[in-house]
């Protein structure tokens, strides 16, 4: 088949080109995937976070299902920085999309110390995941707060060159502030969002679902959330954003696109369809040949308001 | 705790990436149809789909994770992990079996002859058979005879005898009893109802084996006692064996971390995914 003209699915990420828009979420990728899909495909790798200190993880159980969603509570297993130098990095050595580290620690100068050293060659850009709400006591992380966002990705930003992307959490009452914190501390993307902090409880026992009680919840029930999320980052922010909550299809990526998002992350999706990024982009690709849009950029931010007062936007007075 | 994944050994190519071969997946996730699912006794049921030579290829051990269509009033939002009962790459079919247990079997339950069925694999790492070995012992109990049954077929074409020791709670629930006889391997059932599925009774079948030269190696799955039973004799008789386990799973291929046990590795306690790193194990290194 002769396409009617070529898509360019490239999109320039915080300082990173990449060949089309689609990466994994942290936590939800490994070498292993590289069984069911080309790994050449991707528009990037993201490794699970990386931490300083071992870590073993949370008792089990560490998920849960519930109606088109995923509660999780891994806690971030790591075998500490010398192992993922030596044993993670280089296995991406070898394929074309360029490796996103994704990193944590409990205090700004861990992060920061952490960026400087995995500033290595064969690491494209630092994903500050400052977000997760299993890391920190009772769920706290510094992405709730505009303050200490800002605090961490300043230090990180000193302590790194490499394209700075901080991943920010969904358990805040004003994203777009806590992203505008981050653009201002130096951050040259956003990641929009993480897990949303939960908890199931199990009728029959009475016991939280969870080993660590509370988790993080992902999958399609949390998409319409994220996007508003991205949608008012999107105003607020001048640097790219990454869209990541629910993906499973490319109607979905592209909704986020339109919401404001340059990139988009899949996470929960690999688990129920592993080939799903890969889905993604030639869906992507299909849905710009048909709609003859000829750069997957022209969908960034395309959403279309015809209200023009910001104060309707806030939906202060709802619908009578 | 540290943690560990051996299995994960990539070199990085040699070549630069546009000399490579094309890529191949060697794990498929596919819409297969369903040849067959009907019940084999009051609890088990058999289920036998169309599948792809990639997915036909599934070996002694490896399971697969299924999309289970939603039961009324469910939502079951994971795939469910499922051992293979049996795999045919002339026919391209896989069969699978399994016991009504929760949302997500009450799903597989509904599917007709003819319907379809998401299916991913094959996966994890499965057994081993040594072609040094004459005789080997299976161990079963529950949803593990299922897990076990390829092992028969495997054996026999490696020209390895089997024995295997079936354990279940009444005599009309065991299965694989006739599966295991048609490779000609040596069934002994053993259950509640009749008393004799005690660990005390099934080791002294076992030392029996042992002391017969009928026990190169243990293969066991579906029960925590019936495992440190044999775990005693393969120290006391210095004999090899592998072990199926189970644990609560989410992606199965390894990337979530949620299906991690502890294995005991020279004295250290080590973490290994059940998914990618099993579900067969080294018997003396699982923990029950």
């Known amino acids: 088949m002769i396409k009617p003209f070529s898509i360019d699915l490239s999109v320039d990420v915080g300082g990173l080109t990449l060949r089309n828009p689609v990466m994994p979420a942290s936590g939800t990728f490994a070498e292993g995937l590289d069984k069911v899909i080309d790994f050449n495909r991707l528009g990037a790798f993201v490794t699970k976070t990386v931490t300083r200190e071992l870590r073993a993880g949370n008792p089990l159980p560490r998920v849960v299902e519930r109606p088109g ?49 995995l500033s290595l060659p064969g690491v494209s850009a630092i994903e500050a995941n400052i977000s997760c709400p299993n890391i920190e006591e009772d769920g706290k992380a510094f992405a709730m707060r505009a303050e200490s966002a800002e605090k961490v990705t300043r230090q990180l930003r000193a ?5 700075l992307w901080v991943k920010l959490t969904p358990n805040t009452g004003d994203i777009a502030e806590v992203a505008r ?81 340059t990139a988009v992350q899949v996470g929960t999706a690999t688990f129920l369809q592993p080939a799903a990024m890969v889905s993604i982009i030639d869906g992507i690709e299909m849905f710009c040949l048909q709609r003859e849009i000829k750069s997957v950029t022209d969908l960034v931010h395309g959403v279309v308001i015809e209200e023009a007062d910001d104060q309707d936007l806030a939906w202060l007075s709802p619908p009578t | 705790m540290s943690l560990d994944h051996p299995s994960v050994t990539k070199q ?17 996730a596919e819409v297969a149809r369903v040849v067959a699912n009907t ?24 399971f697969f994770q299924l999309l289970c269509p939603h039961p009324a009033g469910e939502q079951p939002f994971l795939r469910r992990p499922m051992s293979l009962y049996g795999a045919d790459p002339v026919k391209r079919q896989v069969e ?13 339950d509904l599917i007709q002859p003819g319907g379809t069925l998401d299916i991913m694999g094959p996966l994890g790492a499965g057994f081993t058979l040594d072609s040094k070995w004459r005789h080997i012992v299976a161990v079963g109990r529950g949803a593990g005879l299922a897990t076990l049954a390829p092992l028969a077929k495997a054996a026999k074409a490696s020209g390895i005898k089997v024995t295997a020791i079936f354990s279940a709670r009444r005599p009309e629930l065991l299965v694989s009893v006739d599966l295991f006889k048609s490779h000609g391997a040596d069934v002994v059932p053993v259950t509640d109802s009749e008393q004799t599925s005690g660990p005390g009774n099934v080791e002294r079948i076992l030392r029996g084996l042992i002391a017969a030269g009928k026990c190169d190696a243990f293969f066991t799955c579906g029960s925590s006692r019936l495992m440190r039973v044999q775990q005693r004799l393969a120290i006391e008789f210095g004999l090899p064996g592998q072990v199926a386990m189970e644990q609560q799973m989410a992606c199965g291929i390894g990337l979530c971390y949620c299906c991690v046990r502890d294995f005991n590795v020279g004295g250290e306690i080590v973490n290994r995914r059940v998914c990618w790193d099993g579900p067969v194990f080294d018997l003396l290194e699982a923990l029950p």
């Open chain 1, 159 to 163: 302590a790194t060159k490499l394209p």
């Open chain 2, 39 to 62: 019940a084999v006794n009051a609890e088990y049921r058999h289920l036998v789909v169309d599948c792809s030579e990639i997915a036909a290829a599934g070996q002694p051990g490896q």
């Open chain 2, 96 to 108: 699978f079996l399994y016991k009504v247990t929760g949302a997500g079997t009450r799903g597989l």
């Open chain 2, 12 to 28: 990085p190519a040699a070549t630069p990436p546009a000399s490579r071969a094309p890529w191949q997946p060697s794990i498929v």
């Open chain 1, 181 to 261: 914190a981050a653009e201002g501390a130096g951050a040259d993307a956003v990641v929009v969002a993480n897990t949303f902090l939960s908890m199931a409880i199990d009728l029959k026992t009475f016991k939280p679902c969870l080993g660590n009680i509370m988790g993080g919840l992902s999958g399609p029930a949390i998409k319409p959330i994220v996007v508003r999320q991205v949608f008012q980052c999107a105003k607020a922010v001048k640097i790219p954003i990454i869209g990541c909550g629910g993906i499973s299809s490319a109607e979905d990526a592209i909704e986020y696109m339109l919401a404001g998002a």
């Open chain 1, 69 to 117: 969603s995923l509660i999780n509570a891994i806690g971030i297993p790591s075998k500490g920085v010398p192992h993922f130098i030596e044993r993670i990095i280089p296995q991406y050595a070898a394929y074309e999309p360029p490796l996103v580290v994704s990193i944590s620690a409990p205090t700004a100068e861990g992060f920061a110390s952490l960026a400087s050293e």
